[in-house]
């Protein structure tokens, strides 16, 4: 059964971190990219980082970058997502997605909020 389970959301204040994980079963996690996007309230999801299979490539929307960073271990099927720095147009609800050519499998998401 696939699957991918984000976790590692929560209340943050401004200012603070939290690392994302996305845990993957089921399928052969090595071969597919991930990324992971976040949808807020009332908004359309966006992409706010990408990997590469392996790892050696990295990509980051605008709005995050130089704050989020994104990383894998194939060896643990999982990929995180560091964040710094929140800020309170951060909070939203975190997928990641995994995508290897015409497949793609999506998590359930995990809510970050930032609030003081």
């Known amino acids: 059964q696939v699957q991918l389970v984000e976790s590692g959301g929560g209340l943050v204040q401004p200012g603070g971190s939290l690392r994302l994980s996305c845990a993957a079963s089921?399928?052969?996690?090595?071969?597919?990219?991930v990324s992971w996007y976040r949808q807020a309230p009332g908004k359309e999801r966006e992409a706010v980082a990408d990997?590469?299979?392996?790892?050696?490539?990295?990509s980051y929307a605008d709005s995050i970058k130089g704050r989020f960073t994104i990383s894998r271990d194939n060896n643990k099927n999982t990929v995180y997502l560091q964040m710094n720095s929140l800020k309170p147009e951060d909070t939203a609800v975190y997928y990641c997605n995994a995508r290897y050519y015409y497949k793609a499998y999506w998590g359930q998401g995990t809510q970050v909020t930032v609030s003081s």
């Open positions: 089921g399928f052969t996690f090595s071969n597919y990219a």
């Open positions: 990997i590469s299979s392996d790892g050696d490539s990295t």
